[in-house]
């Protein structure tokens, strides 16, 4: 039973970086605005959580440095896109692209530093309880980070007027900006908030998950988060059972790596890419189902006149 | 007093080319600030970065050698970019076309087949190959609706690892000492030199053809001129009667043609094996060549320089200035943000008003 435990709470482990990343693109294109700058704003998250765990010694205080620098990060692509009115599938690029290099410049000198990450919980006499310990008491802290992002998301989607009006502006910013909401500012604040949701998945990475820097560490991940938001068609719930599927898959590939399936390794590394593919088709296929749930106004651009 | 930006009634002939020039200088400016901020001489940094590595005749036809891919692909690519096709999977592309071409050029080794009759032989194969790579995408896009820009992200990642089972694994080179290299290629494989004592080799006239037909592709022909109005109003395209099927499939299987050509050019130029990473991210730096170009073919021949200049600047800074050579990589981001940012001024004017 042991085993199982360990399962799971590797399993999550694997997911939570998409958790965290999905949840924060979610919000972003519950707002209508498509940011592909994922997987940039992550490598910084990553790079800038572990240059700080590395100096301070805190992986804590890295983590919050983490989603500062990708959140600030994020706003270079909202004032391109909101203000200067760009094409967000080009900016976000752009902003991946920017990012992945400039995580590679400042990230050199740290390609071989070793850091104490911060470890799986402890708790004396609960996560040694047999069965349910591990299960409840013996995840990484972030795990429970990113479980806690996931109810705040749900709650402030479903059950709040902030939610109601910010999936107002991603239905029909023409409207919400009739009744007198600033629509431009609240596309901003998803942004932001998306980005700082990319830097904490960056900062798992980097001072939990491996702990270590290299370069492109996300590996994709970025992408990956991406595709999941259209898997989960906009619904929190469905992203968490998306990203522990891709954590499953992920840690499959690992597990037979080490068991030493007769397979290369190359090949079983394709596995979380090629699932993204064949998922994201299956999904995809009901496009009547996508357009019901896809925000109307998704990478639409809207300018207030 | 604040800004207030007001639409043009037709775009600004003059900033669409003069944008891309205010981006560059910008990012000239963030290149002062970045050297300042490494304690580099800003005006020394410029010289080992722009003037420098192009001061030679090897110079200039190193940046012709690198502008080769990064023109091809940028141009393959905008055609698909016209028709609102986003393939950003061209390094993948270039991976297969890799694997494609230098498959055939490791399966001949050294039967002595003529050049004349094993380069076409490779770059077909390439071709398919890169074709193949971006077919999938299209296929998926038409068939299941599914987004082109993840999937085509994605398979970048699956080539990579194809591309590394193969050097590691059945096309390793016995006599390699275990590297994970294939054989080299056989003399007749490989791309005639066009400059001696350069790397330069034929790989940029066949750069240059691709990008003349493509001008001719988009600007003579029927169906390059029903892609930009499908890219320029959906609407109209669809009630036009064009095929939107048929504009994601051309427009993915151009970009994927050319990069994988690149593919070949590549490990039969400068290169002359296949190895675990046939591109230091060529694929990727030719979506920014095709916006800086305008995704005009002309400006694309232009900017792929730039880009090129980049690269060789960013070795020339980690030999020169000891500063990581990724510092490419943030120059090429900064140059596209800029870009962006400077293309308000096509459609917008900006107005100083009294709040």
Known sequence: MNEIAQIVVLTLAAGTPLVFAALGELVVEKAGVLNLGVEGMMLVGAI?????AAKAGSPWLGVFVGALAAALLSQIFAVIVLTLRANQVATGLALSLFGIGLSAFIGRPFMSVVIDGIKPLAVPGLSTMPLVGKLIFGHNPLV??????????????????????????????????????????????????GGACAGLAGAFLAVAYTPSWVEG????????????????????????????????????????????????????????????????????????????????????????? | MRLRLEARPVPSRVYVWT??????????????????????????????????????RYGVAELLLKASPLMLIATGLAIGYRANVWNIGAEGQLTLGAIAGGGVALAV???????????????VAGAAGGMLWAAIPAWLRTRFNANEILTSLMLVYVATLLLSWLVHGPWRDPEGYNFPQSKIFAANAMLPILLPETRLNAGFLLALAVVAIAWLFVRKHIVGFEMRVAGLSPGAANYAGISWRRNIWLGMLAGGACAGLAGVSEAAGPIGQLLPSMSPG?????IIVAFVGRLH???????????????????????????????????????????????????????????
């Open chain 1, 144 to 193: 429970y980070l990113s479980i806690a992002l996931f109810l705040a998301v749900q709650v402030f989607l479903q059950r709040t007027r902030a939610g109601l009006v910010l999936r107002a502006v991603g239905e029909s910013p023409q409207s919400a900006h009739a009744i007198g909401y600033p629509v431009i500012a609240i596309r901003y604040a998803a942004v932001l908030f």
């Open chain 1, 48 to 52: 800038a959580s572990f240059i700080v």
């Open chain 2, 109 to 123: 080794g050294d039967a002595l087949w003529p050049p004349v009759l094993l380069l076409p032989a490779m770059f």
């Open chain 2, 282 to 286: 060529y694929g990727f730096a030719a």
């Open chain 2, 297 to 355: 073919p002309a400006g694309i021949a232009l900017a792929s320089l730039l880009m090129s200049l980049l690269y060789l600047g960013g070795e020339s800074a980690q030999v020169n200035l000891a500063l990581p050579s990724a510092v490419t990589g943030l120059f090429q981001g900064t140059l596209l943000f800029f870009l962006l940012a400077a293309d308000v001024l096509v459609n917008y004017r900006p107005r100083m008003v009294l709040a």
């Open chain 1, 217 to 305: 560490m996300t590996a994709g991940r970025g992408w990956i988060a991406l595709a999941l938001v259209v898997f989960a068609s906009w619904k929190p719930w469905r992203v968490m059972i998306g990203a522990y599927l891709f954590g499953s898959v992920t840690l499959a590939q690992f597990q037979a790596q080490a068991a030493g399936v007769a397979v290369p390794s190359q090949l079983l590394a394709m596995l979380p890419y090629v699932a993204t593919v064949v998922v994201l088709a299956l999904i995809s296929r009901d496009a009547t189902m996508i357009r019901l749930n896809a925000p109307a106004s998704l990478g639409k651009p809207y300018h207030p006149e």
């Open chain 2, 19 to 56: 944008a891309p020039l205010i981006a560059a200088l910008a990012t000239l400016a963030v290149g002062f600030v970045v050297f300042s901020a490494f304690g580099k001489n800003p005006l020394a940094a410029f010289d080992a970065f722009f003037i420098a590595p192009i001061a030679t």
